[in-house]
């Protein structure tokens, strides 16, 4: 015989799944607050292309990206990642944008040359702009505080990364998608064709216009791996110039001529939280294609 649910027992089951969904869900809560921001997934990519010269076998570059210093991620977490980064010995470091949240509102700037500075990658450190870097007028500052850290910023410019032998590859930079003004055409002004040539861009999508031009890798950031990913849903955040493109690689254009990898960045913005899109560190190891 079925048991007579009472209105005590009724009240203990309500009460009973209340309290299991209020503890899944602050667990949830706890976790994509405070668990997931602090995880470090380091990812390592090959970049194998014909044109990488010889000497540049093995060659290894970390990208960070979108920290946004003064929202959630903190100098402590800085820290902590600047020696990361050193111990996995690159030769070259790259950062795709979005130092800090809101640099006017940051207290904590002057802070961040002495750490900054400590990066080390012995062919150079290179730097673009994000949108945030631009927002609450903050180009100044950002470019301030990366020049004083030794990082060359690249505005719309390029770089040739040469070796011992005379050996190159170039590294292009452009402007931000959303708030500055991105100029494929300059930025390739100086960079002779039939060249492995590298871009830098905060917003992925521009890979859409890069792929028509002599670019062969695109490295950005920008989108956070959508930040938080609900399953079935799908990214909760997607910032233009980050609709089509989200994490990982890509590759575009015929035959494949240009390859593009999204990193999700380490901090966040807006929402803070992160779910299922863990921060990153990317090391990228150069491979000549052999004929
Ligand atoms: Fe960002």
């Known amino acids: 015989m079925p048991k007579k649910t009472t209105r005590r027992t009724f009240l203990k089951r309500t009460i009973g799944s209340l309290f299991t969904l209020f503890g899944l869900s602050s667990g949830g809560y706890y976790y994509a607050n405070k668990i997931e921001p602090s995880m470090l997934g380091i990812e390592q990519i090959t970049i194998t292309h014909s044109l990488i010269p010889d000497s540049f076998n093995g060659i290894r570059i970390v ?23 050193n111990q996995l010995k690159p030769d070259l470091i790259f950062f795709t944008g979005d130092l800090m949240d809101e640099p006017n509102r940051y207290t904590k700037m002057n802070k961040l040359v002495p750490i900054l500075e400590k990066l080390h990658a012995p062919l150079g450190k290179f730097c673009i702009f994000g949108n945030h870097d631009h927002g609450g007028y903050g180009s100044d500052l950002y470019r301030n505080i990366m020049e004083a850290a030794n990082f060359t910023v690249l505005l719309n410019q390029s770089s040739v990364i040469k070796l011992q032998d005379h050996s190159k590859i170039y590294l292009l930079g452009i402007d931000d998608a959303m708030l500055g003004s991105p100029d494929l055409p300059l930025a ?57 493109y989200l994490e990982g690689l890509y590759t575009l254009g015929d035959g494949n001529k240009l390859t593009l990898y999204v990193n999700r960045g380490l901090g966040t913005t807006r929402l803070p939280f992160r779910f299922l899109s863990k921060p990153e560190l990317t090391v990228f190891t150069l491979n000549k294609e052999k004929a």
């Open 63 to 85: 990208q960070f990206s979108d920290t946004h210093l003064g929202f959630q991620y903190t100098l402590h977490q800085l820290k902590k990642l600047v020696n990361q980064i």
């Open 188 to 244: 390739l002004k100086n960079v002779p064709k039939n060249n492995f040539t590298i871009l830098l861009s905060h917003a992925p999508d521009l890979a859409d216009d890069a792929q028509d031009y002599p670019i062969h890798w695109q490295l950005s950031g920008h989108s956070h791996g959508g930040q938080v990913k609900i399953p079935l849903i799908g990214a909760l955040i997607k910032p233009p110039f980050a609709q089509k």
